[in-house]
């Protein structure tokens, strides 16, 4: 039987959906490797790399405070040019925004890389993407999704995935301590808040509303977290400035606004499992530029991820999209 329109168009809202949940994770995943290039001191083990490192050192949660302002800023002024629209909101609406920008922005960065001074990148990651069990909880028993078998099935494999391709097997690259594992678990509740909270949102507003107002709050929070000094020091060199920009559109503009955009098309814990393809990508990106090892192992953990996601979006039983995109 030929396929009917409303079939036809929830299968083309499926693959927008997860095009841009992916899109979000090849960008956080570029962000990373950037740090990487821009961060790294020159060495004889860099002389390979197909670009020479630059070796500027930023503060990391310095620059998470003056990349969001600086998203902000960019979003901002581009908004008011293009969709003066979307910068629009009442009053009732500031609490919630508030709430995003704090909760499911800032604190998502703050609590990892918190996580990360106290263990290190590796344990962070595999901590963080413990997200997809609690969207999948909260989703079935407070949101009424459905649970079908794809969804926990989907969510184990892609934990076991991002496991094994951060070197989790058996205890490889993990430094484990009680303070570290409590703020990584925090960040994991952050982080699958921003994607329960970016559900919310796509009901309500545009994702460019919510991203430009969210970045607001998360710009007044790294002011008064870091002071204002020191989210602003980067802008008076001119190199840092650039690395600043560059890292606030492509790994804070560019894949917030997907991801936002994506949890109108498909449910959080499907974006969410699709977001896991980030340490993945990251991975094998690392392999390709700076000549990092690839083991058996981690190829299996990126190939469960994959798996993950094929078994996501198998057809689902409930309705996928959360809303019909607004322009």
């Known amino acids: 039987m030929p396929e009917s329109s409303e079939a036809a168009r929830l299968r083309a809202d499926r693959i927008k959906g997860y095009t841009l949940a992916a899109l979000a994770a090849a960008c956080w995943a570029t962000g990373g490797l950037t740090a990487k290039w821009l961060f790294t001191i020159p060495s004889a083990g860099t002389a390979h790399w197909p670009l020479p490192p630059l070796g500027i050192f930023i503060d990391p949660i310095a620059l998470a405070g003056s990349r969001a302002f600086s998203a902000f800023a960019i979003l901002a002024i581009v908004l008011a040019f293009t969709r003066r629209r979307d910068l629009v909101i009442e009053l009732k609406d500031v609490p919630f925004l508030a709430l995003f920008g704090v909760a499911g922005l800032a604190m998502v960065h703050f609590t990892y ?12 990651i595999l901590i963080q993407y413990l997200a997809p069990i609690l969207v999948l909880v909260v989703s079935v028993l407070f949101l009424k999704h459905r649970l079908t078998w794809t969804l926990p099935v989907g969510v184990a494999l892609s934990v076991s995935g991002s496991a094994l391709v951060v070197g989790a097997l058996g205890g490889q690259g993990l430094v484990v301590s ?3 594992v409590a703020w ?3 960040s994991a509740v952050f982080f699958a ?3 329960l909270l970016g559900m919310i949102a796509a009901a309500r507003y545009s994702p460019w509303t919510t991203l430009v107002w969210g970045l607001g709050f998360a710009s007044l929070f790294w002011f008064a977290v870091l002071g204002p000094a020191t989210v602003l020091e980067v802008f008076t ?11 606030a559109i492509v790994s804070t503009i560019i894949p917030f606004g997907a991801f936002l955009t994506a949890l109108r098309y ?5 974006a969410t499992v699709t977001s896991t393809i980030e340490p993945v990508l990251a991975g094998f990106g690392a392999f390709a530029l700076f000549g990092e090892s690839l083991t058996p192992v981690q190829i299996l953990g990126g190939l469960l991820v994959i798996a993950a996601i094929a078994v996501v979006q198998l057809p689902e039983r409930q309705p996928a999209a959360i809303l019909p995109p607004q322009d």
Not at 237 to 247: E, G, L, Q
Not at 266 to 270: D, E, K, Q, R
């Open 266 to 270: 498909i449910a959080p814990t499907n």
């Open 113 to 124: 890389f918190k996580t990360i001074s106290l263990t290190n990148v590796a344990t962070a």
């Open 184 to 186: 990584g678990l925090l």
């Open 237 to 247: 060199n001119p190199k840092t400035a650039a690395v600043v920009v560059f890292v």
């Open 193 to 195: 808040g921003y994607s």
């Open 178 to 180: 009680p303070a570290g």
